[in-house]
Structures are given as C-alpha cells and as structure tokens.
C-alpha cells in the first residue's frame, strides 16, 4: 500500500492519488477548492476528547498513541478505514491533516494502523 501523510496547507499534487483529510476539525484557511479532496474523514481523527486531552498536555505522546490505536481498533469498520484501506489498494492514497507537527501527528499513527492491519 502506498500511503503518505501530507499537511493539508502543502499544495496538492496527482502523485497524491485520493486525498483524504483526517482532521475532525476543517483547517483554517483553507477552501474545499484548494483542499482537493477526495473526500473528508472525520470518523477516523481521534476523538474530542482524546484531541484536547493532548493538546492540553495531559497526555505525553506515547499515550496518545495508545488511546488513538484503541480508538482506532474500535471504530466501525465500514466507515472511512475501509475508504482509506479500499484506496490504497486502488492506488496511492494521501492522508491531510493541519498539525504543524511534521513528525508527531494523528496522521502518522492512522498511516500505520492501516498498513499494519492489512
């Protein structure tokens, strides 16, 4: 599977293949235009509560790495994990989020989860 994690403010390119935006939240400043989604997945971001939770600082990063995988090996299956998992077996599949943490974002984490799981 070729998947990448791109912050959504990066220009879209067509070695993109499907965009997907992973934010449960829509970035600032950004138009749906300019977004060039293929389609937005709110299903998969991490919940409120784990989101500011972290972002309050309550959390340290392997912790939110841990309450997000168990969020993510509870979600309905149906919904946007099987979008991202059927893309990628289409094609190249790009995973947008407006973290200005390059290295240490929920995109990475939901990246890996799919790969893994297959």
Not at 20 to 40: N, Q
Not at 102 to 115: C, G
């Amino acid at each position: 599977m070729d998947i990448q994690v791109k912050r959504i403010y990066e220009p879209a390119d067509e070695a993109d293949g499907a965009r997907f935006l992973v934010d449960r939240l829509w970035p600032r400043g950004i138009s749906k235009e300019k977004a060039a989604l293929t389609a937005w997945l709110k299903d998969v971001a991490p919940s409120d509560r784990l989101r500011k939770r972290f972002h309050t600082q309550v959390y340290d990063w392997d912790e939110f790495v841990s309450a997000y995988v168990a969020e993510l090996k509870e979600a309905d299956p149906s919904a946007g994990l099987a979008t991202i998992h059927d893309a990628a077996l289409k094609g190249p599949v790009t995973l947008l989020f407006a973290s200005k943490q390059q290295d240490r974002n929920h995109a990475s984490i939901l990246r890996d989860f799919i790969e893994k799981s297959g």
